[in-house]
Each structure stands twice: as structure tokens, then as C-alpha cells.
């Protein structure tokens, strides 16, 4: 296990136990508790847990990832109309990626009620493939791997491959959260591998994020602005945080 695999593992374990300590935790990866404490110290550092005496607790706002119910009723109006902008950026033909988020299942269930499409959609994420199964104008293609239950989506070495394979027209990407500076981040290192892979098999990318999330850095970083050619977000947006994000060479559009 490489260090921010077991990371990970111990922000999961600090957020489900309430506390960590270093020599259970030597134990269960049967590392030394100088390599703990060293990873402690690292995630200490990052914000994500804070050290105390023979262990670590947990920071709850940072390491908190809600599940898929509380992100779809979690500024709703908002996402409908992110959603809905989204559509008019759609290719007449080809090849869509559809990421894994609240927003980007509700471009898919928007996509749905469409007539006359014409294009492929890949996407490693439940929700959306689900809502366009039926659908007569996509050629749908479901990418595998191990789904997380709090996400619906699919990670890991097979969702890798697939992604490896694919040259899409358009991503619609989602992220937890995002800074000029920082970029794009997410709770879960599997689900940052995934989007980094599917941006690098995408010509065009579209960020799909409402404006809670701007300011907001979580555990693992994915890309940055420099990857995304389009934000699409809302009115809420700072203007000091739309101001660094187009400095930065991304096209910003406010629905």
C-alpha cells in the first residue's frame, strides 16, 4: 500500500471511529509507528486530522463526504440550472463523458427528455448510465470497476483501463470542490484517479459546479483550471473567485 492509499484508509478509519491511534494503526499495515506518525503528521498538516497524544482525530468538516441523497437536495435550484445551461454545450455528434456528481445526473436526466440526439455517452457513474439506458439516440457505453456505495460510481484499475481507451468530444466533470489555486479536489483518492483519467481522454472539458463549492479544498487533487476549458456554474460565484478562475484561461458562464 502506497502512503496516500493508507492515508486515506486512516481518514476513513478517524471518521468512523471518532479517533485513530498510532500503534493500532502500525498494526493493521503492519508498518512501523514511525511511518504512522509520519503519516499523521503529513495529514495533520494538510488540515484533514488533527494530531493529539498517541493518535489523531478527525476534522470533520474536511474529511465529511455526503452521500448522493444529501448532494442532490443540497442547492437544488441551483444544479437545475447549471444542468440545464449545460445542455446547449452538448456536440451535435460524437462522444460525451459523463462524470460522476449530483449536477453532471442532472445533465444525464435532462439528456433523456432530448429528442434527436445522435452521440455516444461513456460514463463510470450509476445514475447517469441508468437515466440514458433506454434512451434511442445514445449509444450508451457503462464503464467498470468497484462501486463506491456512497457515490454510485465506478473506481479503480478496470474504470482506469477503459478510460485509457477512450478519446471523447466533451467531459462534463464535477468536482467537491475548487480554487484557482488549488484546483479541482475530492474526499476519495479513486475517485480523483477516475477523473483525472477521463480528463485526459476528453478534448474539451466543462466543469459542472455550483458556487458552494468554490473555495473548498478537500483531500485529493485531480487537475486544475488549466485543465478545464469551460465552468459552468451559478450567480453565487465570488467575483474575486470568477475573476482568478478566467485569469487562469477558463471560460466562465453563470446560469
Not at 116 to 126: D, E, N
Amino acid at each position: 500500500m502506497y502512503a496516500p492509499e493508507r492515508q486515506q484508509e486512516i481518514l476513513r478509519l478517524a471518521g468512523e471511529a471518532g479517533r485513530v491511534d498510532v500503534l493500532s494503526l502500525a498494526e493493521r499495515f503492519q508498518v512501523t509507528a514511525e511511518t504512522v506518525r509520519r503519516d499523521l503528521t503529513a495529514l495533520d498538516r494538510a488540515g484533514l486530522l488533527r494530531r493529539v497524544h498517541g493518535g489523531a482525530l478527525p476534522v470533520a468538516r474536511t474529511g465529511f463526504e455526503p452521500d448522493l441523497t444529501a448532494r442532490e437536495t443540497t442547492a437544488a435550484t441551483e444544479k437545475d440550472r447549471i444542468a440545464a445551461a449545460a445542455l446547449a454545450h452538448l456536440p451535435a455528434a460524437g462522444s460525451v463523458i459523463l462524470d460522476a456528481g449530483s449536477t453532471v445526473a442532472r445533465l444525464a436526466a435532462g439528456m433523456s427528455r432530448l429528442e434527436g440526439l445522435g452521440l455516444t455517452v461513456v460514463t463510470h457513474a450509476l445514475p447517469a448510465a441508468a437515466g440514458l439506458a433506454d434512451h434511442p439516440g445514445v449509444d450508451l457505453h457503462l464503464v467498470g470497476g468497484r462501486v463506491r456505495h456512497r457515490t454510485r460510481a465506478a473506481v479503480d484499475a478496470w474504470a482506469l483501463r477503459a478510460y485509457a481507451e477512450v478519446r471523447a468530444d466533451v467531459l462534463f466533470l464535477a468536482t467537491n470542490g475548487f480554487t484557482a489555486e488549488a484546483g479541482l479536489t475530492t474526499p476519495d483518492l479513486a475517485e480523483a484517479a477516475v477523473k483525472r483519467a477521463a480528463i485526459a481522454a476528453a478534448r474539451r472539458v466543462v466543469l459542472l459546479a455550483d458556487s458552494a463549492k468554490a473555495g473548498q479544498e478537500r483531500f485529493a487533487r485531480f487537475g486544475s483550471f488549466a485543465d478545464v476549458d469551460l465552468l459552468i456554474t451559478d450567480t453565487g460565484l465570488d467575483p474575486a473567485h470568477r475573476a482568478a478562475i478566467e485569469a487562469a484561461g477558463t471560460e466562465v458562464v453563470l446560469a
